[in-house]
């Protein structure tokens, strides 16, 4: 058990003094930024609308012909 704790200390040592110091951030920042950068709502992507369009106008032909068909017709792809 002395030598593997030993080993890793020699393990940790050698991360810390090969990795650069910027590496280290804030974690809990880092995944907020993150977030807020791929956020649809912030930035809205120009795809987004016309998905959005396409969808309501396979909803309206859906409602037209049932909802069974559309169902089948979205679990047979």
């Not at 807020?36 to 396409?54: D, F, I, M, T, V």
């Amino acid at each position: 058990a002395k030598r593997l704790r030993l080993s890793t200390a020699k393990v940790a040592a050698h991360f810390q003094a090969t990795q650069p110091r910027a590496v280290k951030v804030n974690r809990f920042q880092s995944t907020q930024s993150a977030s807020a950068k791929y956020s649809p709502n912030l930035h809205p992507s120009p795809l987004r609308g016309e998905l959005q369009r396409n969808y309501r106008k396979l909803r309206a032909a859906a409602d037209s012909v049932g909802e069974d068909f559309f169902d089948s017709a979205l679990s047979a792809t």
